[in-house]
C-alpha cells in the first residue's frame, strides 16, 4: 500500500497534490464538482487587507500552451474571508493555506495576525504577484525586501508555518530564497507566474487590459523544474512546486527536482478534475517504480 | 450543432441564455463558452443545440467536429434570463448574440417579439426559427442589405413607442448595441435584461478573469454572476 501522505512544514497533508492560489476561488465553485477533502490542500485565492475590485477586463489571453491573467488580486478581503470563506473551507477534510499580499510589511503582519487567530493551516506570502503597481513585485525580487516581509509575517503568524512564494521573474531565484530562509520562512512554494505579452496582429492592441500579465499553464513546467531544482539545492526549506502541472508525470518531475509537494491550477481551467487525475497519475508513477511512499521522490533527480 | 447530452437538460434543467464550456480539443488550453439556442428533453436523451461563428483555432476545431463525435461540455453554466413562460418579451439579438434569444422565443411559445440585427443579408441566421417562435419579427442590417437600414436599437425605440406593455426586453449581443438597447428600455421604462460576454477562463466563476464593473462600484463575473445581467445594475461607462 503505497503511502502517499506528505509533511509540508510540519503541516500533514493526505497527499502532495494542492490546488494552487488564483485557480480555486475559495472552493465554492469546485465543490459542485467533487468533495475537496479529496485534496491534499487548498491555496484559497489570493487576500489583501481591503478588499480589491482587481484590473479591468479582458483579464485572460490564450497562448502556445499556457494563458496569460491580470486579474490584478481581485478579492473581498481579508476579513470577509475570515468571516465569511474560510468557515466554508473549513467543514472539508484538506488544510487550507491562505495567500496573502500587502503593500507594506505592515499589511503583511496585520493579515499574518488576523489569519493565524482565525485558524489556518499555513500562510502563503505572495511576495511575487507580477500584476499589482505599487505592491507585490519588489519584494520578490530584492533579497534584502523579501526577508523584510518574510520576517514580519513569521513574527505575527503566531504557530501558523509561513510559506514564501516566489518569484520567477528574477536573475537568481536562489538569492530570494535564501534571503526567505534566513529571515525565518518554513517552507517556499514557486513559481508563480511568469511575466508576458500577447499582441493582437489587426488592432495592434495587447489583448490584456493591462498589456501585460502572467503566463501559467503547460509553457511553464520546465522553468518550474529548473527553478525547484536550482532552490532545492540553495536551501533546506520544504517546497511546494507549482508551475503548467496538468498531470502525474509533470507533478513527480517537480518532485524528483526537490518538491515536497504540488501544486495544480491553470489545468483545471480545462479540466475540474485535474487535482485528482494528478494525483492518481501521481500514484501510479510511485507504485510502477516500487516506492511504498511518494515522498521519496522528492529530492530524487539524478543530475548528470 | 446538435450535442447529445445524456439526462443533462433532466437533471440539471435548462434556462434561455445559459451556455456550455466546450473542450475543443488538445490544440487549445482554455474551454469556449457558448450559448445554448435551444433544447429537448427525453428519456431517449437531451439534446442541446449550439449555434456559433467560427472564430479561431478552438471554435474551427469544433466546427469540424463529425457526427458521432464525443465532445467534453460542461454545463449548463451561469444564470439565464429570468423569464415566464407566460411572459410577453422583445427579444433583441445582434450577431452571434442571436441565437440564446431563440432558446427565449420557444420558452415564451409565440408571444414574444424579436428585433435581430445583423451585419448583412447573408450574415443572418435562424430567421425561419424565430419567424415560427415569435409573433413578430423585425430585422435591421447595418448595410441595408436586409430589413431596416441601421443598428437594432432604432427598432427597439419604435417598437417601445408602439407598445410599452411588454414585460420586459431582453437582449444578447456585443457590448454597445446592449448600451444602447439598454437606455433605450430605461427610457420606456420597459425593464431590461442583457446577457454579457468576456473573455473566460474557468467557466464557473473561481478564475476571475469574465469580470465586469456594476453601477454600485463592484465587480461581478460574467460566467457565475452572469451570462445574463439587470441592465440598470451594469456600469455602462466602464
Known sequence: MLDMTVKLAGVALKDPVVVASGTFGFGREYSQFYDLGELGGICAKGLTLHPRNGNPAPRIAETPMGILNSVGLENPGVDAFIAEELPFLRQFDTKVIANISGNTPEEYGIMCEKLSAAGVDMIEVNISCPNVKAGGMAYGTRPDLAAEVTETAKKNAGNVPVMVKLSPNVTDITEIAKAAEGAGADALSLINTIRGMRIDVDTRRPVLKMNTGGLSGPAVLPVAVRMVWEVSQAVSLPILGMGGVAKGEDAAQLMLAGATAVAVGTA?????????????????????????AVSELTGGAKPW | ????????????????????????????????????????????????TIVFEVRGEGTAWLARRPA??????????????????????????????????????????????AILGFRSKDKTILLDEFGGDCNDVQIATDDGSLGYHGFVDALVRQELGRDRSYDAVLACGPKPMLKSVAKVAAESNVPCQVSMEERMGCGVGACLVCATPMRDGTVKHVCKDGPVFDAEEVDWDA
Open chain 1, 268 to 292: 483545471m481551467f480545462a479540466d475540474p478534475y485535474a487535482p485528482l487525475k494528478v494525483r492518481d497519475g501521481l500514484a501510479d508513477i510511485a507504485e510502477r517504480q516500487g516506492l511504498s
Open chain 2, 1 to 48: 450543432m446538435v450535442l447529445a447530452v445524456g439526462d443533462m437538460v433532466r437533471t440539471s434543467g435548462v434556462r434561455p441564455g445559459q451556455f456550455v464550456h466546450i473542450k475543443c480539443g488538445e490544440g487549445t488550453l482554455l474551454r469556449r463558452p457558448i450559448s445554448i439556442c435551444e433544447w429537448t428533453e427525453s428519456r431517449e436523451g437531451d439534446t442541446l
Open chain 2, 68 to 113: 458521432g463525435h464525443t465532445a467534453d461540455v460542461l454545463g449548463p453554466l451561469g444564470n439565464g434570463f429570468a423569464i415566464d413562460r407566460e411572459g410577453r418579451y422583445l427579444l433583441v439579438g445582434g450577431g452571434i448574440g442571436v441565437p440564446p434569444m431563440l432558446g427565449c422565443a420557444r420558452y415564451t411559445g409565440g408571444t414574444s417579439t
